[in-house]
C-alpha cells in the first residue's frame, strides 16, 4: 500500500512533469473504481488543465484549472504510471490520461480497491470518511505537543495506534514498522505504558522516517523522466525482513502475522516494557 514516502515522491514528480500541462484525452477502462460517475471523467477532462499536486494522508490531490480536484485514494494495489503512450498498459488500468506533448498518465490497480473522485476544490468533504481524519503526518501544525495532546486519547496497542488515520494520517503497516525501530519501541507496548520521552521520540522517528525514505521511494520508481511504480521497498531496515540480521546489532529480526498484518522489530533493540 502506498504511503507518505511513495505518495509524495509521486506528487513531486508529478508537480515537475505536470503542473500547467493540458488533459489531451480521458480513456476510462474500468469504471468500478470511479466514484464520481465516470462519464464526468471522460467528457470534461479533455481540455482541463493540470495546475498543482498535494497530498493528505493517502490520497493525491490533481487540482485542475477548473477549479476542480481529481482525488485519488489508491489503497492497497493502486499504482501509476507516467510513460510514453506506446508502452503497454497493466490489465487492471482503470484510468488513462493523455498529456499533450508528453507522456501517458495511467491509474492502474490489481484488485480494484482504490476510489477516485473528480470534485469542486470545496467539496472534498462529500469524500465519505474524509472530515473524520486527524492531521497529516507531515502537516507543519502538529507539533511535538499536538502529537501529545493527540496521542493521549488513544488506548491499546501502539503500533493500531500508529496506523489510526483517525489519529494521524499517511502512516501504513511498513513504515510504523520502521518508526518503531528508529524509536526503538516495541510495536506491541500499550500506548499507556509509553512515557511522554518515549512518546516525543516517536514523533521524532516518524518524521525522520518518512524524510530518509521519499528518495529513496522516488529512486525506485523514477527513471528518465518517466514513473512506473512497482512497489520496491528494498531500502526498508527491518520491514518484512524476518530472520535478517538487525542493522543496528545483528540480532535477527522478528517477524509476527496476525490479522492479516505483518510486523517486523528486533527484540533486542526493541524490548517488551516490564509488566
Given amino acids: 500500500m502506498p504511503e507518505i514516502p511513495e505518495l509524495e515522491a509521486i506528487r513531486g514528480f508529478f508537480q515537475e512533469q505536470l503542473a500547467g ?30 495546475a498543482a499536486f498535494r497530498r493528505r494522508g493517502k490520497f493525491l490531490l490533481f487540482d485542475l484549472a477548473s477549479g476542480r480536484v481529481l482525488a485519488v485514494n489508491p489503497m492497497l494495489t493502486g499504482r501509476f504510471q ?31 480497491m482504490g476510489k477516485l473522485y473528480l470534485l469542486p476544490a470545496d467539496r472534498l468533504e462529500a469524500i465519505p470518511g474524509w472530515a473524520d481524519g486527524g492531521p497529516d503526518l507531515l502537516d507543519p501544525a502538529l507539533d ?29 503497516n511498513a513504515y510504523s514498522d520502521e518508526i518503531f ?11 499507556t505504558k509509553l512515557s511522554e520521552d518515549d512518546l516525543r521520540r516517536l514523533f521524532r522517528a ?10 529513496l521511494a522516488r529512486a525506485a520508481m523514477v527513471k528518465d523522466g518517466t514513473l512506473d511504480y512497482e512497489e520496491r521497498r528494498d531500502f526498508l531496515r ?9 542493522p543496528r546489532c545483528g540480532t535477527p529480526i522478528t517477524e509476527i502475522t496476525a490479522n492479516q498484518r505483518v510486523t517486523s522489530f528486533c527484540r533486542q533493540c526493541q524490548p517488551e516494557l516490564p509488566a
Fill in 21 to 50: 500541462r493540458t488533459i489531451a484525452a480521458a480513456a476510462v477502462r474500468i469504471p468500478v473504481v470511479f466514484r464520481t460517475p465516470a462519464s464526468e471523467f471522460r467528457e470534461t477532462l479533455p481540455g482541463d488543465r493540470f
Fill in 82 to 112: 507516467y510513460v510514453d503512450p506506446g508502452t503497454k498498459p497493466p490489465a487492471k488500468t482503470c484510468l488513462i490520461l493523455d498529456v499533450e506533448a508528453g507522456r501517458s498518465l495511467r491509474y492502474a490497480d490489481d484488485r480494484l
Fill in 144 to 172: 511535538e505537543a499536538a502529537w501529545l495532546q493527540r496521542i493521549a486519547k488513544y488506548r491499546g496497542g501502539i503500533k493500531n495506534v500508529l496506523v489510526n488515520a483517525a489519529f494521524v494520517q499517511g502512516i501504513g
Fill in 181 to 191: 525501530w528508529e524509536a526503538r519501541i516495541n510495536p506491541y507496548t500499550p500506548r
Fill in 206 to 215: 516518524a518524521r525522520a522516517v518518512m524524510a530518509w525514505a521519499e528518495p
Fill in 238 to 246: 527491518v520491514h518484512r525482513r524476518g530472520g535478517q540480521p538487525c
